[in-house]
T-cell receptor, first 112, second 108 residues
C-alpha cells in the first residue's frame, strides 16, 4: 500500500470559517491531486500539483486554494467554508509506474 | 459531456452469480483503472490496464483500446463484493477522468 494519509479524517465546522485539509505522502511522488466526492457526481478534481510550488486548478476549484511547499505535503484550504462544500475529500497520488493511482482514506467535511 | 460512462449504475445480484460492469470512454488513454469503494470506505485500485486482460482471484478486467471499452467481471459473486466500482482513465494528457460508479449489492 502506498503511504498516503489525510488529516483530519472528520471535521464539522460552521459557515464562514477557514478549513485546511492535509495530504501527506511518503512515496516521494511528484503528482498529487485533491478530489471531492458527492452523490451523483462521482469524483471531481479540485486542484492538482506536479511538483513543489507547481499547482493548477481542476474543474471545481472555486472556493478552494492549495499549497505544496514540500514534495510530501499537499494542503487544501477552504478560505471561508460554505454548506455547498460539505463533501468527502480524497487526496490521490500517481506513479511510478506512470498512471498508477493511490488514494488517501478520505476526509469527511460537514459545513453547518 | 462525460469522458467516462459506466453501466449499469446499480446492480443487485444473488450470491454466486456472474457479474459484468461496463465502461466506455472518449479520450485517448495511457491506462485504465477499476477502483473499488466499500460503503464509508476508502478507494483502492483493483486493476490498472493498458491492453488485454488481467485476472486477480475472482475478478477479471478486460480492455479493448480500439473500441474504447473496458469490462470488469466478477465470477461467483459474494456479499463481500458489495461495493461501488468506479472506472477511471488516465488520459494521454496526464489527467484522470472518472465514471460515476456502479453500486453493486450481492444478496446471500
Amino acid at each position: 500500500d502506498a503511504g498516503i494519509t489525510q488529516s483530519p479524517r472528520h471535521k464539522v465546522t460552521e459557515t464562514g470559517t477557514p478549513v485546511t485539509l492535509r495530504c501527506h505522502q511518503t512515496e516521494n511522488h511528484r503528482y498529487m491531486y485533491w478530489y471531492r466526492q458527492d452523490p451523483g457526481h462521482g469524483l471531481r478534481l479540485i486542484h492538482y500539483s506536479y511538483g513543489v510550488k507547481d499547482t493548477d486548478k481542476g474543474e471545481v476549484s472555486d472556493g478552494y486554494s492549495v499549497s505544496r511547499s514540500k514534495t510530501e505535503d499537499f494542503l487544501l484550504t477552504l478560505e471561508s467554508a460554505t454548506s455547498s462544500q460539505t463533501s468527502v475529500y480524497f487526496c490521490a497520488i500517481t506513479g511510478p509506474p506512470k498512471g498508477e493511482l493511490f488514494f488517501g482514506e478520505g476526509s469527511r467535511l460537514t459545513v453547518l | 459531456k462525460n469522458e467516462v460512462e459506466q453501466s449499469p449504475q446499480n446492480l443487485t445480484a444473488q450470491e454466486g452469480e456472474f457479474i459484468t460492469i461496463n465502461c466506455s470512454y472518449s479520450v485517448g488513454i495511457s491506462a485504465l483503472h477499476w477502483l473499488q469503494q466499500h460503503p464509508g470506505g476508502g478507494i483502492v485500485s483493483l486493476f490498472m490496464l493498458s491492453s488485454g486482460k488481467k485476472k486477480h482471484g475472482r475478478l477479471i478486467a478486460t480492455i479493448n483500446i480500439q473500441e474504447k471499452h473496458s469490462s470488469l467481471h466478477i465470477t461467483a459473486s459474494h456479499p463481500r463484493d458489495s461495493a461501488v466500482y468506479i472506472c477511471a482513465v488516465y488520459s494521454t494528457g496526464n489527467q484522470f477522468y472518472f465514471g460515476t460508479g456502479t453500486s453493486l449489492t450481492v444478496i446471500p
